[in-house]
């Protein structure tokens, strides 16, 4: 009989029916049954309850011909870990000037982890990701050495903030009793807004 050890899962259980365990054996028009160990699978009992869904170990496979013949064989079963969830947050929201966020992934890090923001289509080994645009986003991250996956929680970017309207001001200008003039801005007012003059320094008063 052959086996074929079936490939390591990240969490989850392992099922060693499947096919692909013994593909390229003859049995014959045989049976398998499964076992838990050496002793068990020589004495023909207790089978496994349920060999579909097992966890990381090693298990053993009774092939039984028609004849009666038996041989048996066993079959080790790999849970990967997966990473823990990955901690990320916004550091960068969109402003009038640069209309993209930022997402910065702080755990875990490392050289064996990747980190993909569109749902694991692409990964990247940079834990921050630039140029975002406004909405909703979820980090998952990889560990390069198992393909296992975690995922984080949805982050926000924010909507790009609308431009003030177009100031509008008066202008008072200079007189022989006062020689300098003075521009009064009349709208938009109020305590969220500031000003400047030929760019410079920002005020808050009209």
């Given at each position: 009989m052959t086996i074929t050890d079936p490939a390591a899962q990240c969490g989850g259980t392992v099922d060693i029916t499947a096919a692909s365990v013994t593909a390229g054996s003859n049995l014959q028009g045989g049976s398998l049954t499964y076992f838990a160990t050496q002793a068990h699978a020589d004495a023909g009992t207790p089978v496994l309850a349920d060999p579909t869904s097992l966890t990381t170990g090693?298990?053993?496979i009774k092939a039984t011909s028609a004849s009666g013949c038996s041989v048996v064989e066993a079959v080790n079963v790999v849970e990967s870990t997966p990473p823990a969830a990955p901690t990320?947050?916004?550091?960068?929201?969109p402003t009038c000037a640069v209309q993209t966020g930022t997402i910065v992934v702080t755990d875990p890090i490392?050289?064996?982890?990747?980190?993909?923001?569109?749902?694991g289509s692409n990964y990247q080994a940079s834990a921050t990701f630039a140029g975002l645009a406004p909405g909703n986003h979820t980090v998952i991250v990889r560990d390069t050495n198992t393909n296992c996956t975690a995922t984080g929680n949805q982050l926000t970017i924010n909507p790009i903030p609308t431009a003030p309207a177009a100031p509008t001001a008066t202008l008072t200008q200079p007189t022989c009793d006062l020689p300098t003039g003075?521009?009064?801005?009349t709208a938009p007012v109020g305590a969220d807004y500031e000003?400047?003059?030929?760019g410079g320094n920002w005020v808050s008063t009209t």
């Amino acid at each position: 009989m052959t086996i074929t050890d079936p490939a390591a899962q990240c969490g989850g259980t392992v099922d060693i029916t499947a096919a692909s365990v013994t593909a390229g054996s003859n049995l014959q028009g045989g049976s398998l049954t499964y076992f838990a160990t050496q002793a068990h699978a020589d004495a023909g009992t207790p089978v496994l309850a349920d060999p579909t869904s097992l966890t990381t170990g090693t298990y053993y496979i009774k092939a039984t011909s028609a004849s009666g013949c038996s041989v048996v064989e066993a079959v080790n079963v790999v849970e990967s870990t997966p990473p823990a969830a990955p901690t990320a947050s916004v550091t960068i929201q969109p402003t009038c000037a640069v209309q993209t966020g930022t997402i910065v992934v702080t755990d875990p890090i490392g050289a064996t982890y990747e980190y993909s923001i569109d749902g694991g289509s692409n990964y990247q080994a940079s834990a921050t990701f630039a140029g975002l645009a406004p909405g909703n986003h979820t980090v998952i991250v990889r560990d390069t050495n198992t393909n296992c996956t975690a995922t984080g929680n949805q982050l926000t970017i924010n909507p790009i903030p609308t431009a003030p309207a177009a100031p509008t001001a008066t202008l008072t200008q200079p007189t022989c009793d006062l020689p300098t003039g003075t521009i009064e801005v009349t709208a938009p007012v109020g305590a969220d807004y500031e000003y400047n003059v030929d760019g410079g320094n920002w005020v808050s008063t009209t």
